[in-house]
């Protein structure tokens, strides 16, 4: 059984939400998740994909939006960041995935050096809700111009190297960011839901 909020959200990313619950760490994920992206990412699948990372986009804002004050300083359910600090990697992380991921379709990231992505990263602490929409705000101008560049490349294998992930298509990588942020609404919606 699953959480309203999710159930709500998979009627308009239907894809990212499969994929979602199809990646658990814990029990051979990764297969999961490489079977749910192979059946669910196709050349020239980037527009759809998009339209549902801005369904994600919407569902980001409308829970900082709904959050009192007080509980972006809560802990966030990373590592040991508050609700701002995770917030904001969320957008770094929209922002940098898919950007990585259609630079490699065109050959524009250097051959000797192939992205890598590093440990995450917390953003500031004291961030205040309206720095974090613009963070989100360029994190959704990213990802559509991440997407125009990926549209047709989605089965391209992509260099780019996640320490846990390893390597996916460049379709993948665009599909992964909304997996990535339905990590983070999941323990946004969970820390609303403790506070009520």
Aim: net charge negative; glycine share 8%.
């Amino acid at each position: 059984m699953t959480a309203a909020w999710v159930d709500a959200l998979e009627a308009d990313a239907p894809d990212v939400v499969a994929c979602w619950r199809a990646f658990d760490w814990d029990v051979g994920g990764l297969k999961g998740l490489r079977r749910e992206l192979r059946a669910r990412v196709h050349e020239g699948d980037a527009p759809r994909i998009l339209a549902q990372q801005e369904a994600l986009g919407d569902a980001l804002e409308a829970v900082l939006r709904d959050l009192p004050e007080r509980l972006l300083r809560a802990p966030g359910g990373e590592e040991d960041w508050n609700v701002a600090q995770a917030f904001a990697h969320t957008t770094a992380a929209r922002r940098f995935l898919a950007t990585w991921a259609a630079l490699d379709t065109d050959g524009s990231w250097p051959e000797h050096r192939p992205p890598m992505v590093t440990p995450s990263v917390p953003g500031r602490p004291d961030a205040t809700r309206e720095e974090l929409l613009v963070l989100l705000d360029k994190s959704r101008r990213a990802l559509r111009e991440a997407a125009a560049r990926i549209e047709g490349h989605e089965r391209q294998r992509c260099r780019m190297d996640h320490p846990l992930i390893g390597h996916l298509h460049c379709g993948d990588w665009l599909m992964f960011v909304g997996i990535h942020d339905l990590m983070h609404l999941e323990q946004l919606h969970g820390l609303r839901e403790a506070d009520a």
